[in-house]
């Protein structure tokens, strides 16, 4: 435990020190320097190159190509659910206060990180609130997602965040903020149908129309806006997606990313995000009726992704690269189904494991571990947020 909470604490105060700004695996279109270049931005090959260039490198060449550190909404919504988690906490034991600060001071940064997330809401003539990144995105060379275009992914995480907030602040503002993004998702986002339901698209573009977890995820904030409203639309709305998605489980529990032939893959942190959109569902609107795809999706999940030494698995089926989201989405998952001490061993192997090889001695923590050369670039969005979202919910557990 001490181990775990020396951890948390050294991961907090980096964060804070860098003002919760930093780059992000899928920047490099962010580069002043190589989008200054006349004609190439504008070619589709060009930006993807630049992309996975600075992805996949494995040293951070970010200063050189005057790559900004920036805020990016969903990083600041994982940083302000941690926030509300490690307020939770400190109420319900106050000698954590002594490693990460007094009530006051938490409540006064989730306040700051609250009125933040709002700001950074994309621009445009949306229904409601809704989030993006702030980085072009060129998705191989099928489709280019503009700088801060909102995705139901983004979306979720922030809105999320703000409800959470509010439970603390009772600041009306986070909460209506919140709940207006429900018209995001019914309005703005097309659907794919699939069996006896649809599919939510990842934005409002054309492109990634057919993605499991996206469309989850939808159904996960329309779970939580029906908590809050009773609009029976929106429970029946995120049925709907749900029957879709579970229509497209495998037999053995697993969920491929998406329909189309080249996300075919099953990964290991969407197969969690599935799992907490699913209990999340169920527990918001007493539908049991998918029970049965969540116990086979965990026991799939569960027995999948996670070596006997406490090693996170990406794939299936290929233990490399080894990421930082792989450990922490499964104390995200477990902790919000209530799982936590029916696996107490395997979280504990996992979580000492990723603090002994994947945390550096600053407090930041690695992107990928790789059989060569790792990327050990610290990334605010996709490490060090992802990880203080997911470490203050063991607080909690």
Not at 86 to 115: H, M, P, Q, R
Not at 123 to 130: E, K, L, N, T, V
Request: glycine fraction near 6%; proline fraction near 3%; charged fraction near 20%.
């Amino acid at each position: 435990m001490s181990d775990f909470i020396k951890s948390l604490e050294s991961l907090k105060l980096y964060c804070e020190r860098e003002q919760f700004m930093g780059w992000d695996p899928y920047d490099g279109l962010n580069s002043k320097l190589l989008m200054s270049i006349p004609g190439l931005k504008d070619w589709g090959l060009y930006r993807l190159c630049v992309i996975q260039f600075f992805k996949r490198c494995p040293f951070n060449l970010r200063r050189l190509a005057l790559v900004p550190k920036d805020y990016n909404s969903k990083g600041i919504g994982l940083l302000l659910q941690g926030y509300c988690n490690l307020y939770n906490a400190v109420k319900n034991d106050s000698e954590l206060a002594l490693k990460f600060g007094k009530l006051d001071d938490i409540k006064a940064t989730i306040d700051n990180l609250s009125d933040l997330l709002i700001s950074l809401q994309s621009q445009g003539d949306y229904h409601g609130a809704c989030w993006g990144y702030n980085f072009d995105w060129q998705a191989r060379l099928l489709f280019l997602f503009p700088k801060n275009t909102p995705t139901v992914v983004a979306t979720c995480f922030c809105a999320t965040a703000l409800i959470s907030a509010y439970e603390i602040t009772k600041n009306k503002q986070y909460l209506n903020t919140a709940l207006s993004s429900a018209q995001f998702i019914i309005n703005d986002l097309h659907r794919t149908k699939s069996d006896d339901g649809f599919l939510f698209s990842y934005s409002p573009l054309q492109g990634n129309d057919t993605v499991y977890n996206a469309s989850l995820l939808g159904s996960k904030l329309l779970s939580y806006c029906y908590k809050y409203t009773g609009f029976e639309e929106y429970k029946s709305l995120a049925r709907e997606s749900i029957i879709a998605c579970c229509k497209g489980q495998q037999e053995n529990g697993a969920w491929v990313y998406g329909k189309l032939p080249v996300q075919n893959w099953v990964d290991s942190f969407h197969t969690g995000y599935n799992l907490d959109a699913l209990n999340t569902y169920q527990q918001l609107t007493g539908d049991t009726s998918f029970s049965h795809n969540i116990e086979k999706g965990l026991d799939y999940y569960l027995n999948n992704f996670f070596e006997q030494d406490g090693c996170p698995k990406y794939y299936d089926n290929k233990k490399y690269p080894i990421d930082i989201h792989c450990p922490a989405q499964l104390f995200v998952t477990l902790t919000r189904m209530g799982l936590l001490d029916e696996h107490n061993e395997l979280v504990d192997n996992v979580l000492s494991w990723t603090i002994r090889n994947m945390q550096a001695p600053e407090g930041y923590f690695y992107y990928q571990l790789k059989p060569g050369i790792s990327s050990k670039i610290s990334y605010m969005r996709w490490s060090n947020a992802f990880m203080f979202y997911a470490l203050t919910y063991l607080l909690n557990g």
